[in-house]
């Protein structure tokens, strides 16, 4: 059983592009959570998305976008990319609001 | 806002037990507590959660104290594998699991 994959594992940007990360969740898992953690600090909510539709979003500005697809899976989106946005971003799943299950992220470099 | 607070670093020798502290002296009565586990280069891991009493599981042991304004997380015999940050999160009962990670406890394990 797969737990949750994510891609690409490492990508550098240049600031002003867009970045579009994946995530797929964990088998049975209907939830899907983002974070984004900088170096040295605890992983900071982006937003969770359940049945399609964004359920809650933490302190990130509109350049953060997400979607779900019918299947569960999930994109990130982030726009105008600025260098503090340098950071490993990380999907979560879970089966409601259940234990989180964390892939090993996506590293995110913008020069 | 994380709400908790955690030492920022604690050691331990092998197989000798470890008590990391978390203090969330403005918990309401229908905060849970979360413990989340980081080791190098994964994404965080469920540890153990709990209400009121305290929990214990394959992983770890949780002690709240009576007032609920502080925790501790117990590994009763810390190996090699157990070096992780480790994350005390508070969770209102009503919003599921959208967790705010503090910078949590950078636990050391000498052979």
């Known amino acids: 059983d797969a737990g949750v994959t994510q891609s690409p594992t490492h990508l550098i940007k240049t600031r002003g592009q867009q970045v579009t990360l994946r995530c797929s969740p964990k088998?049975?898992?209907?939830?899907v959570s983002w974070y984004q953690q900088a170096l040295g600090q605890g992983p900071q909510f982006i937003f969770q998305y359940y049945e399609e539709e964004e359920r809650q979003r933490g302190n990130f500005p509109d350049r953060f976008s997400g979607h779900q697809f019918p299947n569960y899976s999930s994109e990130l989106n982030v726009n105008a990319l600025l260098l503090g946005d340098s950071a490993l971003y990380l999907c979560?799943?879970?089966?409601?609001?259940?234990?989180?299950?964390f892939g090993e992220g996506s590293r995110l470099t913008v020069l | 806002d994380a709400k908790t607070t955690q030492p920022n670093s604690m050691e331990s020798n092998e197989e000798e037990p470890v008590h990391l502290p978390c203090n969330h002296s403005?918990?309401?009565?229908?905060?849970?507590i979360h413990w989340y586990r980081q080791l190098p280069s994964q994404g965080p891991e469920y540890v153990i959660h709990?209400?009121?009493s305290n929990v214990n599981n394959r992983m770890a042991s949780l002690a709240i104290a009576e007032d609920r304004k502080s925790s501790t997380l117990i590994l009763h015999r810390a190996t090699l594998r157990d070096a992780a940050v480790y994350y005390c999160i508070r969770t209102p009962s009503n919003t599921g699991n959208q967790f705010y990670f503090g910078t949590g406890t950078s636990l050391t394990v000498i052979p």
């Open positions: 979560a799943s879970s089966y409601g609001p259940g234990e989180l299950f």
């Open positions: 403005t918990i309401s009565g229908t905060d849970y």
């Open positions: 709990g209400l009121t």
């Open positions: 088998s049975g898992h209907d939830t």
